[in-house]
């Protein structure tokens, strides 16, 4: 996702914040495949 782009993986000073970027990042995939499927759904009913 392009949007990830502006976590930086780097721990700055003494505080490590990989665990709290690894939770956002899978809150933000998990919000966006909510997504898509809530925008995929309606034409997957229009094609049956």
Do not use: C, S, V
């Amino acid at each position: 996702m392009k949007f990830l782009k502006i976590f930086d993986r780097t721990p700055t000073a003494r505080f490590d914040y990989r665990p709290w970027i690894e939770a956002a990042e899978l809150e933000l995939a998990i919000k966006q495949a909510a997504l898509e499927d809530d925008l995929t759904r309606p034409l997957a009913d229009l094609e049956r």
